[in-house]
């Protein structure tokens, strides 16, 4: 039974550990927290009037990159979606934009066919338009995955070895190696050094790594998950959906496994 302990929420951050699980299933986790969480991307624009200093694809490929907040129980993939594929509210979202100069144009001028669709952060430029310039367009939003386009990607995921770091030498040793850290990162516990503040993992080891009658390694069995939001998702979203995916994956193979 896998034991899961927040370390850290702040912002799009979240930090946990997990115990009992092996490096098979964290790579798992991970990878489809890159690739295989649904999120919500302009997919195509029309193009009604620009004459600012940008060509329409730059500004295509801006828009393409914001961030979305939406509500994932309510959206369909086009193509799972009861209008087959011809595009509907329950499957995508259509954004338009109407500015003259001269102004900055951000992700906050962005009028949004659902209410509940919105820029992850409405300070994002977009242009600048002078004086007589003008930008008018149509945006379409839908679902993808990381896997299709990185556009989609919903998160950065990155996992380390929880430290285990044993004292082999004296207790002055142990004492001469703590003075290397940063000052209340560990502390001496019996024969070994325990990091206090997990997130200090990585700079602990290092300053340990060549001290005298210390042994720096790693528990394989507890791996400290750290997880960066850049969708409009929330971290914690992302993490719960992914172990769904990989459930579901492990089901469906099973069924076909059970064919043979």
Not at 32 to 43: F, R
Not at 71 to 94: R, S, W
Not at 110 to 124: E, H
Request: glycine share 6%; proline share 4%.
């Amino acid at each position: 039974m896998l034991k899961v302990k927040i370390l850290e929420k702040k912002g799009p951050v979240l930090k946990f550990l997990v115990e009992d699980i092996d490096t098979s299933l964290a790579n798992s986790l991970r990878r489809i927290m890159i690739t295989d969480i649904p999120t919500l991307a302009v997919q195509w624009i029309d193009v009604h009037d620009n004459n600012s200093a940008l060509f329409d694809e730059v500004i295509s490929h801006r828009l393409g990159l914001v961030p979305l907040k939406f509500n994932a129980k309510n959206m369909n993939f086009t193509e799972d979606c009861t209008c087959k594929g011809k595009g509907c509210p329950l499957c995508q979202t259509v954004l338009v934009l109407d500015k003259k100069g001269p102004c900055i144009v951000t992700t906050g001028d962005l009028k949004s066919s659902d209410k509940s669709v919105a820029p992850s952060d409405p300070r994002f430029p977009i242009t600048e338009l002078l004086e007589k310039q003008s930008l008018k367009l149509e945006a379409v939003a839908r679902l993808g995955t990381g896997a299709s386009h990185a556009k989609h990607q919903a998160a950065n995921a990155s996992y380390q070895y929880y430290p285990k770091i044993k004292v082999t030498g004296t207790k002055a040793d142990a004492d001469r190696a703590l003075k290397m850290c940063p000052k209340g990162s560990a502390e001496v516990k019996g024969n070994a050094i325990e990091v206090r503040n997990l997130s200090d993992s990585d700079t602990v080891k290092s300053c340990l790594f060549d001290a005298k009658g210390i042994e720096v390694g790693n528990d394989e069995s507890r791996i400290i998950f750290t997880v960066e939001s850049i969708s409009g998702l929330e971290p914690e979203y992302i993490v719960s959906k992914a172990a769904e995916i990989l459930q579901a994956k492990a089901e469906d193979l099973k069924k076909h496994i059970s064919k043979l």
